[in-house]
Nanobody, 119 residues
Framework: QVQLAESGGGSVQAGGSLKLSCAVS????????MGWYRQAPGKQRELVAA???????NYADSVKGRFTVSRDNAENIVSLQMDNLNPEDTAVYYC?????????????WGQGTLVTVSS
């Protein structure tokens, strides 16, 4: 069973930084797009940042210039460096990955990690 293990959430003051990491349970699995979504209380889940296997990136407008997504294809790890955090970034952050298994593309979500930014 494919699973994602997230780490790095926590609490920080406004202006601070955090780094999230997410590892696929099967290191040799072929993955496609990998990235991060978030869901704040009372809001829908939204894309934060994603990266294709080839390195193309996509960011939410609200995080451009502050967040940086990266990935290690050999280790099947995707990370999110979050700088200059503000209270509006408070949310549960979910890792997401597309993967190919037995000729079928599927998707998997992490359990989520809480990021709290205080003013």
């Amino acid at each position: 069973q494919v699973q994602l293990a997230e780490s790095g959430g926590g609490s920080v003051q406004a202006g601070g930084s955090l780094k999230l990491s997410c590892a696929v349970s099967i290191r040799t699995l072929l993955t496609g797009d990998m990235g991060w979504y978030r869901q704040a209380p009372g809001k829908q889940r939204e894309l934060v940042a994603a990266m294709t296997r080839e390195g193309a990136t996509n960011y939410a407008d609200s995080v451009k210039g502050r967040f940086t997504v990266s990935r290690d294809n050999a280790e099947n790890i995707v990370s999110l460096q979050m700088d200059n955090l503000n209270p509006e970034d408070t949310a549960v952050y979910y890792c997401h990955a597309d993967y190919l298994f037995r000729g079928v593309w599927s998707a998997v979500w992490g359990q989520g990690t809480l990021v709290t930014v205080s003013s």
